[in-house]
């Protein structure tokens, strides 16, 4: 999906939920490396998973 600038919007890509960090659709350009995300809302989910507490998300691997 790009916007009215021709600048393509790139999520992040959450690999055990299966989906976009923001929750659009899949039908998106989005990547498991943080470096590469543009998105916005993304970004700041980035941000804050990596400050939780250590295991915070282990419990939701199954
Ligand atoms: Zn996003």
């Known amino acids: 999906m790009e916007d009215g ?3 393509r919007m790139v999520h992040g890509y959450d ?4 989906r976009v960090l923001c929750g659009v659709s899949q039908q998106v ?3 498991k490396h943080a470096s590469g995300v ?5 970004r700041e989910l980035l941000r ?4 939780a507490p250590a295991g915070a998300h282990d419990a939701r691997d199954l």
Do not use: H, Y
């Not at 543009?38 to 993304?42: F, L, S």
């Open 5 to 7: 600038n021709g600048v």
């Open 15 to 18: 690999p055990v939920q299966r």
């Open 29 to 31: 350009s989005s990547t």
């Open 38 to 42: 543009t998105c916005p809302t993304c």
């Open 48 to 51: 804050v998973a990596r400050s």
